[in-house]
Structures are given as structure tokens and as C-alpha cells.
Nanobody
Framework: QVQLVESGGGLVQAGDSLRLSCAAS????????MGWFRQAPGKAREFVAA????????NYADSVKGRFTISRDNAKNTVYLQMNSLKPEDTAVYYC????????????WGQGTQVTVSS
């Protein structure tokens, strides 16, 4: 129902910043919230951050709290993940996802964008 396309990934140095974008299309109004997840090679996909439809409520994984900021611009149908003070352990494929209002499940996913942080 919701199509998501991530962008903004790349290769950066430890301590640098990066801003990821997730452009949404389709039935964007049906989303309860949006989230960012990441998956490193050999590891399970993990939650990074989430934001409510209005943007008034956010949640972060402990590993990124204080460094990452999730935000959204509904006029542009875009959710962002500002990543500061990046660490090598942040290296992963980052995915954005839309949470369905009816089931509260993340049922729409983007293709992912690679973030690589060198030391």
C-alpha cells in the first residue's frame, strides 16, 4: 500500500554525519507511524528509530540515542534520519518502514540504503 524509497547512504568516516531520506508514495495516510531499521552482515535486523504520523512522538534504540534524530515532513511525504557522530558499528543497510494502522505491523519496506562508516 505504501511504497518507500531510501536514499542518502554512502561511505563516511567515523565521527561524520549523514542524513538518510525515505520518500513515501501511495496510501501514506494509512500509516500509523514510520520507522528506521538496519541490518549488518551476519546480524539480525534491528530497530533504530520510530516516529508517529504527526512527528510528535519518537523512539530510539539505546545504541543511537543522542546521536540520531528521526523526523518527517508530511508535506513532502518524507521521513528522515539524521545520523551524527557515526561509528563503525553503525555500518549496515538501513531500511525505512511504514506501520499499518490496522495491525500496527511494519508491512511496507523500502529497498534499503547502504551506510558504511570507516574508522
Amino acid at each position: 500500500q505504501v511504497q518507500l524509497v531510501e536514499s542518502g547512504g554512502g561511505l563516511v568516516q567515523a565521527g561524520d554525519s549523514l542524513r538518510l531520506s525515505c520518500a513515501a508514495s501511495g496510501r501514506t495516510w494509512s500509516s500509523y507511524g514510520m520507522g528506521w531499521f538496519r541490518q549488518a552482515p551476519g546480524k539480525a535486523r534491528e530497530f533504530v528509530a520510530a516516529i508517529s504520523w504527526s512527528g510528535g512522538s519518537t523512539n530510539y534504540a539505546d545504541s543511537v540515542k543522542g546521536r540520531f534524530t528521526i523526523s518527517r515532513d508530511n508535506a513532502k511525504n518524507t521521513v528522515y534520519l539524521q545520523m551524527n557522530s557515526l561509528k563503525p558499528e553503525d555500518t549496515a543497510v538501513y531500511y525505512c518502514a511504514a506501520q499499518a494502522r490496522t495491525t500496527l505491523r511494519y508491512d511496507s519496506w523500502g529497498q534499503g540504503t547502504q551506510v558504511t562508516v570507516s574508522s
